[in-house]
């Protein structure tokens, strides 16, 4: 099996991983009451989806 002949330094290394970014997770608003939402998930304010009453939500 082929060893490598030199140690990978720290700098070429990590310039190898410079393409590894963590990304912002998507967000919409709500069309009920415009709270900001992760899409294709129920609002945690108000408990709408697709503009249908899902969750009672306790105050």
Not at 6 to 30: E, F, G, I, L, N
Not at 52 to 57: A, P, Q
Request: one cysteine or more; proline letters at 7%; glycine letters at 4%.
């Amino acid at each position: 099996m082929p060893v490598p002949k030199r140690k990978t330094s720290k700098a070429r290394r990590d310039k190898r991983r410079t393409h590894y970014k963590a990304t912002a997770p998507a967000v919409s608003t709500c069309s009920n009451c415009g709270e900001a939402v992760r899409p294709h998930n129920i609002c945690a304010k108000c408990g709408h989806y697709d503009n249908k009453k899902v969750l009672e939500i306790k105050e």
